[in-house]
């Protein structure tokens, strides 16, 4: 079956540390795979994608076909970066299948 | 705003009641999507259109659920005969796949609560 999962419900950081959201996926075929999130009374808004390998607002992730995994990573994390975030396994013709979300809280 | 809008944003109604979302895509977004968030949970897709057409329901879509996408523009998705259980987040999303990568773009959703 396929499933996402997001082992953590709650990531609390310091400014400036680094910070790692985990997620883990099952999936038979190619997966594409998405990180989203959500700032306080905003909405649900794309970060990144594994395809585009990029790095947005400091964020990256690798797909890790082996360990079939797709952590979220930022070296130095900052106080706008608290929000939730959902990692979520996309279908070609755009159905997502998302995570239960982590929330993350950068103290000052 | 020309992002995705959905109306009403906040709805309480009686359990056995029918009630009825809307949603705007963007503009030319030939994809639309329907989804369910509960407290603690990610989304849980609920259906997809391409254009008119109703191409994918998930299975948490009962009986109960109805949605349509008539002039392949905007959509409407109908609760008839609330339950406690239907109270949810209902979330709205569209895309092209005209444009390179799919991506998805969400409304701000829909707040059901039946009492």
């Known amino acids: 079956a396929q499933r996402v999962t997001q082992p953590e419900k709650l990531l609390s950081v310091f400014k400036g540390a680094p910070v790692e959201l985990k997620c883990n996926y099952s999936?038979?075929?190619?997966?594409?795979l998405f990180w989203y999130v959500q700032y306080s009374r905003q909405r649900l808004q794309l970060l990144l994608r594994?395809?585009s390998r990029e790095s947005i607002k400091g964020f990256t992730a690798d797909l890790n076909k082996g360990e079939t995994s797709f952590h979220l990573k930022k070296p130095f994390a900052q106080e706008e970066d608290s929000a939730m975030y959902y990692c979520?396994?996309?279908?070609?013709?755009?159905?997502?299948?998302f995570g239960a979300g982590t929330q993350v809280v950068v103290t000052p | 705003d020309t992002g995705v809008s959905q109306d009403p944003r906040h709805k309480i109604t009686k359990r056995g009641q029918n009630v009825t979302f809307r949603c705007d895509p963007i503009?030319?977004?030939?994809?639309l999507y329907w989804y369910r968030q509960t407290l603690g949970q990610g989304p849980e897709f609920l259906t997809y259109?391409?254009?008119?057409?109703?191409?994918?329901k998930s299975r948490l879509l009962s009986d109960r659920f109805s949605a349509e996408r008539p002039k392949g523009s905007f959509s409407t998705l109908e609760i008839q005969r609330t339950e406690q259980g239907d109270s949810a987040m209902y979330l709205c999303?569209?895309?092209?796949?005209?444009?390179?990568?799919?991506?998805?773009?969400f409304g701000e959703g829909s707040w059901l609560t039946v009492v």
């Open positions: 999936y038979s075929g190619s997966p594409e």
């Open positions: 999303a569209s895309s092209s796949d005209r444009s390179s990568g799919n991506t998805i773009y």
């Open positions: 594994h395809i």
């Open positions: 979520a396994l996309g279908h070609s013709w755009g159905k997502l299948q």
């Open positions: 259109f391409q254009n008119e057409a109703q191409l994918e």
């Open positions: 503009s030319e977004h030939n994809r």
